[in-house]
């Protein structure tokens, strides 16, 4: 097989878990630093969401939604990481 084209997909593997890592210790970071929101409710959090309109569970149902959709992100990028892994690997056999 090319071995351009081998060092290439191998490259993509590799910076596609590299990428997987910082946002899964982005999103860990993320999620501490909501539960201390969440813990302490400071009264400047909900005027900087929306004023009056906004209570703590709106709040609460928000910050889930984006973490979810962000935890549904990162699975699809552990998925690509392991399907070009796996590509990677079958390139490189010989045969």
Known sequence: MNEDLVKKVRAAASATWWVVLIGF???TVGYLIW???IHGRPAWLLDL???ADLDWGDYQIVALVFFGLLKLGLF????AAIWLTLFA???RRPG
């Open 76 to 79: 699809a990028l552990v998925g």
């Open 89 to 91: 690997r079958r390139l």
């Open 49 to 51: 969401y929306g004023g």
């Open 35 to 37: 539960l201390a929101f």
């Open 25 to 27: 210790i982005w999103m």
